[in-house]
C-alpha cells in the first residue's frame, strides 16, 4: 500500500478557521456600523457559513474513514475467526477471603512450578560421626589455665630423645634465657632461682611444687628430710639420685611456704615446659597434688589421681605423694611404693 496523502479535509479545515475568524471579524464591523464603519452584507455572511460547514462536514467524514480502517486492522482474520471458539462462561469467584498476616506471598505468574512431592520419604537425620566429647566445666579459678595451654599440644606419641649432650645444651640455654628471672613477685623474696638439679639424660624426671627454705638456701631442690626420703625412694628403685632429674613447678621459694598464686604459675610454666621438653624423659613423677594438678592441667584430688597413668605431651606421668606428706602420714608408703614399681615397669626395670 502506497504511503497515504495528507487529508484534504486539513486544508479544508484550515481555510473554514480563517473564514470563522474572518465571520466573526464581519460581524464585529457590523455592530459597529453605527458608528460609520462599513458592513458585511447579508450573502457574504451566508457564504462563509456555508464554507466553515462544509470543511467541519469533510472533517467528519475524514474521521469516520480512520476510524473505519483501523477497526477492520484490529479484527481477526476470517479463518483465525472461524477456529476460535467461544470460551465456556465463566463461574461467578467465590468472593476471596482475607490473607492472614503469615500468609506466604503469593508466586509469581513466571516463577517455575514447584516439584511434585516425592513419593519417597523423607530420609532419616544421619547421625554424628564422632559425638562431641562433653567438656568438663570452667573453673575460673583455676589456676591452671597456662599450664592447660602447654598441654594443648597434641603430641600423640613420645619422639625418641635426643643425645645426652644435646638435652644438655638445651638446658644451659634455658638457663641462661632465664637468667635473674624477675617475671614474677617471687623474685622479690626468693635468694636464688632454685632451676633444677640431676642428669640431663635421666629417663625419669620428679617434679615438685616449689622450693622450700632449704632449697632457697642451696640452690638445689629436695634437700633436707625430703630430699633424703626422695633418694630413699630412688633407692628402692634401683636408682642413684645422679641418675634422675628434679625440678619443681615455680622456680622461686614463695615467701612463707605458701601455695604459688596463679599468676605466678602461670609465669614460670613456661620455663618448665621448655625443661621437660630439653629432657626428654621417658617418665614424669609429679609429687603431690599441687604439681599434679598444674602439670595435668586438673582440680581432682591427688587421691583420684595418684597410681594411674597420665600423659604430658605424650610423657607418661605418674601422680604420687609428695616425700614431706610421707614423712607426716608413714603409712601412706606403701601407696608411693606401689606408684613406682609401676614406673619402674614403665622404664623396663625389674620389680
Ligand atoms: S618463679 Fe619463675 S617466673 Fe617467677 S621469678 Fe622465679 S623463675 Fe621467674
Redesign the pocket.
Known amino acids: 500500500m502506497g504511503q497515504s496523502q495528507p487529508p484534504a479535509s486539513d486544508a479544508k479545515l484550515a481555510v473554514a478557521r480563517i473564514a470563522r475568524e474572518l465571520r466573526r471579524h464581519l460581524i464585529f464591523q457590523a455592530q459597529l456600523a453605527a458608528d460609520g464603519a462599513p458592513r458585511a452584507t447579508a450573502d457574504q455572511l451566508a457564504e462563509l457559513d456555508r464554507r466553515i460547514a462544509r470543511a467541519e462536514l469533510d472533517r467528519d467524514r475524514a474521521a469516520f474513514t480512520r476510524l473505519g480502517r483501523q477497526g477492520a486492522a484490529d479484527r481477526p482474520a476470517p479463518s483465525a475467526r472461524s477456529a476460535a471458539r467461544p470460551a465456556p462462561p465463566t463461574p461467578a469467584a467465590p468472593p476471596a477471603a482475607p490473607l492472614p498476616v503469615s500468609a506466604a506471598p503469593r508466586p509469581v505468574a513466571d516463577a517455575p512450578l514447584p516439584a511434585p512431592p516425592s513419593p519417597q520419604p523423607p530420609p532419616a537425620p544421619r547421625p554424628a560421626l564422632v559425638a562431641p566429647a562433653p567438656r568438663p566445666p570452667a573453673d575460673p579459678t583455676s589456676p591452671y589455665k597456662i599450664v592447660d595451654l602447654l598441654n594443648r599440644t597434641n603430641r600423640p606419641a613420645r619422639v625418641e630423645a635426643p643425645p645426652a649432650d644435646a638435652r644438655a645444651a638445651a638446658l644451659h640455654q634455658l638457663r641462661e634465657e ?1 637468667g635473674d ?7 622479690e623474696t ?1 635468694t636464688q ?1 632454685v ?1 633444677g638439679h640431676g642428669s640431663p639424660a635421666a629417663e625419669l624426671v620428679f617434679i615438685g611444687e ?1 622450693p622450700g627454705r632449704g632449697e632457697d638456701e642451696r640452690g638445689e631442690p629436695f634437700v633436707g628430710r625430703s630430699g633424703e626420703l626422695l633418694n630413699r625412694m630412688v633407692g628402692a628403685m634401683k636408682l642413684r639420685r645422679e641418675d634422675i632429674y628434679v625440678c619443681n613447678i ?3 621459694r614463695p615467701p612463707g611456704n605458701r601455695d ?1 598464686n596463679p599468676d ?1 604459675l602461670e ?2 610454666a613456661p ?1 618448665l615446659a621448655s625443661q621437660l621438653e630439653a629432657l626428654s624423659p621417658r617418665v614424669i613423677v609429679t609429687l603431690g597434688a599441687d604439681a599434679t594438678q598444674a602439670l595435668l592441667r586438673t582440680d581432682a584430688p591427688l587421691a583420684r589421681l595418684r597410681g594411674q597413668w597420665h600423659h604430658w605431651r605424650g610423657i607418661p606421668v605418674m601422680p604420687t605423694y609428695h616425700p614431706a606428706f610421707v614423712l607426716r602420714n608413714p603409712a601412706e608408703k606403701r601407696p608411693v611404693w606401689d606408684d613406682l614399681k609401676k614406673v619402674m615397669a614403665e622404664l623396663g626395670k625389674p620389680v
Do not use: D
Open positions: 632465664l628471672c624477675r617475671r614474677c613477685r617471687l623474685c626468693r632461682i632451676f616449689a615455680v622456680k622461686c604459688p605466678e609465669a614460670c620455663f
